[in-house]
């Protein structure tokens, strides 16, 4: 990384002698978006305080180890304070890391060396400390494996303290701002973040540290902006100067030029308007101008995604893909893991609903884990439930999680490529076996959970009626729907164009799923990607589907079409649809009305 | 009479032994009255110092050995040869 000095040459900008200096570029590594415009709190904490060197005579050796001993002590209560509060903020996992800085303390190579420094060469106390942390900095400050040596900062930072406690001062810390500031700093340490003020601290700069580094994560975890790696810059700026971070290109800007405030100006009110929308979109049913409503949900994959969901202004999650705990390991996920993802899901939802997909493993996915033999035609192989109900054990893994997370009263759970009855009775066979273990063990579930079978084989759409009596729901998948009923690869790019949604076999087939459905007094939904397309979702709509589930960034989108139409427009617009025989003219139609009723989309 | 025991591992753990690691490691040690070191290339630290484990920077890949001597030695070896095979409880 170099670090390039950048004047913006301006002749119109008045400078005021001595308070507002020229603008200055920083460059750094840009570890946590968004951009910042504030007032620079220096922070320098990393500095070493004078720390005095005197003889001392033999009999004062007890007296320097009682000290050291008590500053150690004293270092150990710190931690512990810090720990604490960590871990109430944010919990057990990020404590975890103050363990290690309780080790040093506790570490009995470090303190015999000490000693046994302290009685050879007769030297106060806290110079003996300085000196043995001083080699231990250096021997760290050359590990190669940038990661590990970020890490060594949190030795660092338990030395620092026995130092200041030898010393008998306060260390300096963040947890007194009384007004919002970025932060400066060569670096800060995990207990400096850790301690301080959350609401004032708006961004950081510091001079040293890369994306692993724990102001990186401390930034990413806080949403606030972060630029690190700045080598020398905290050096050249004084507090209270105005400075931008933009945590999007990696720069600080000291003394920011009118026109850089005006440019930056400009983006946020353009941020801001554009989340002003999604903001008022959010808390806005998607409902017709004459008050039709229909639920509009988001697919995840792993608990990280609930806050963008909700965030988007989903009601519900349609569709929760759990292939993800397989992926990039070889050992398989325990039935605890399963359980605390679902469950953190359904606690963040609630009283959402979210509709767990048991696990959809095979054609695309591998399982590296289990032995699965590679075959000719993997999307019309052993995968999702023909596999699971070939190993059972794996499958009541994955059905004890779920239930065990279920006792909220949230939780849907759906199976997934479901060819006909006869996979949907052995998966509730064995789901009803799982039931009767929790009971007998006392587990609590619940026992009224929803449990849906997915929609996407032709077969199954064609006896709906007879699925249907033994499900709580459908959810059509559309993508695999399309493709298995068309036979085509959308991924061979010289077929990709037979992979048509607005196909008049596929909107017969939803159809006949939606019609059944509801004569059953069963709902239905979609989780394809044919529901996060505006004129297709009107289609879906139009057809009867009671809910679309897309990925939560198209759902604020989706809403505002959905709100600019009526409900008797899109049903005439529907029924007009099976008089045609093209895909296109189809496509045509529903593109008609959004051009006709929805004003501009929101440029995503 | 104690013998000493010793055995090679390789870290898998993608971060290699960073504090966390380090510190399991040393807790685990500790709970042995074996002396217990650990060796890289030519470096040899003490297995119960968390200094002395930083200090190896152990990445991906790197090759340790472990050595132990005392009464419960093979206890030991046994028990530190599983947490780094477990990759220290991270994926």
Not at chain 1, 359 to 371: C, I, N, P, T, Y
Not at chain 1, 379 to 403: E, H, M, N, P, S
Not at chain 1, 511 to 538: F, R, T
Not at chain 1, 543 to 553: A, N, P, R
Request: with cysteine; glycine share 6%; aromatic share 6%.
């Amino acid at each position: 990384m170099t670090r390039k000095k950048s004047q913006q040459s301006n002749s119109n900008d008045v400078k005021k002698k001595g308070s507002s200096g020229k603008e200055e570029v920083f460059y750094g590594i840009p570890v946590s978006p968004g951009f910042v415009i504030g007032k620079a709190f220096k922070f320098e904490n990393d500095i070493v305080p004078a720390i005095p060197s005197y003889d001392i005579k033999q009999s004062q050796v007890p007296l320097e180890i009682a000290r050291f001993e008590t500053a150690l002590i004293a270092t150990r209560k710190q931690i512990l304070d810090i720990q604490k509060k960590i871990s109430e903020a944010m919990g057990t996992e990020h404590a975890e890391i103050f363990n290690a800085h309780l080790l040093v303390i506790e570490d009995r190579v470090l303190i015999e060396e000490v000693i046994k420094i302290l009685e050879k060469e007769l030297k106060n106390i806290e110079h003996v400390f300085l000196k043995v942390s001083e080699k231990y900095g250096e021997i760290f400050s050359r590990i190669n494996d940038e990661y590990l040596r970020e890490r060594a900062s949190d030795i660092k930072d338990v030395t620092k303290r026995v130092l200041s406690n030898l010393m008998g001062q306060a260390q300096k810390d963040l947890s007194q701002l009384d007004e919002e500031v970025i932060v400066v700093a060569h670096d800060i340490s995990p207990s400096d973040t850790a301690l301080m003020h959350r609401d004032n601290v708006i961004g950081f700069a510091t001079d040293i540290g890369g994306p692993t580094s724990h102001t990186a994560i401390m930034a990413r975890t806080l949403d606030i902006p972060a630029v690190v790696g700045l080598h020398d810059a905290s050096k050249q700026i004084k507090s209270d100067v105005t400075v931008i971070i933009d945590g999007n290109r990696g720069t600080l800007i000291v003394n920011p030029s009118k026109q850089t405030l005006e440019r930056y100006g400009k983006e946020k009110t353009r941020l801001e308007l554009y989340e002003e929308e999604l903001a008022q979109l959010r808390t806005l049913p998607a409902q017709t101008q004459d008050g039709y409503c229909i639920n509009i949900a988001a697919n995840i994959e792993m608990p990280e995604d609930v806050p963008s969901v909700m965030a988007h202004g989903a009601q519900g999650i349609g569709l929760y893909r759990t292939e993800f705990f397989y992926m990039n390991r070889r050992d398989l996920p325990t039935e605890d893991e399963h359980y605390e993802a679902y469950f953190n899901v359904a606690k963040k939802i609630y009283p959402n609903y979210v509709i767990i997909r048991t696990v959809d493993l095979g054609g695309d996915k591998f399982l590296s884990q289990l032995d699965v033999p590679q075959e000719m035609n993997p999307y019309l192989g052993w995968r999702a439930i023909r596999f699971c109900l070939a190993q059972t054990d794996f499958f009541k893994v994955q059905l004890r999680a779920i239930l065990r997370a279920s006792s909220l009263g949230n939780i849907k759970m759906m199976y997934p490529m479901i060819s006909g009855i006869g996979e949907v009775r052995k998966a509730n066979a064995l789901l009803e076996e799982v039931k009767q273990e929790l009971s007998r063990e006392g587990i609590s579930y619940d026992p009224d959970m929803e449990v849906g079978a997915m929609i996407e084989v032709p077969s199954a759409a064609l006896t709906a009626d007879i699925i249907a009596k033994e499900v709580d729901f459908f959810s059509v998948g559309t993508n695999d729907l399309i493709q298995y009923s068309m036979a085509v690869d959308r991924v061979n790019e010289r077929i990709a164009y037979l992979y048509e949604p607005s196909h008049p076999a596929i909107l017969r087939l939803i159809k006949y799923v939606v019609d059944i459905a509801h004569k059953e007094n069963i709902w239905v939904g979609v989780c394809g990607e044919m529901a996060s397309e505006p004129a297709l979702a009107l289609m879906l709509i139009g057809l009867g589907i009671d809910e679309l589930s897309c990925s939560s960034v198209c759902i604020p989108e989706l809403k505002r079409t959905i709100r600019s139409v009526s409900y008797s427009d899109i049903r005439h617009m529907a029924d007009s649809i099976f008089n045609l025989t093209d895909p296109r003219e189809i496509l045509n139609k529903a593109n008609e009305l959004i051009r006709e009723k929805v004003p501009g989309f929101l440029q995503l | 009479m104690s013998k000493i025991i010793e055995k090679e591992i390789v870290i898998k753990n993608k971060l290699g032994i960073h504090a966390r690691p380090a510190a399991l490691l040393v807790q685990l040690a500790n709970k042995f009255k074996s002396e217990i070191c650990v060796c890289k290339d030519s470096e040899v630290v003490n297995a119960k110092s968390i200094i002395g484990i930083m200090t190896l920077a152990a990445n991906y890949g790197s090759r340790l050995k472990i050595k132990a001597e005392g009464p419960d030695a093979e206890d030991a070896i046994k028990a530190l040869v599983q947490l780094c095979n477990d990759k220290f409880g991270e994926k």
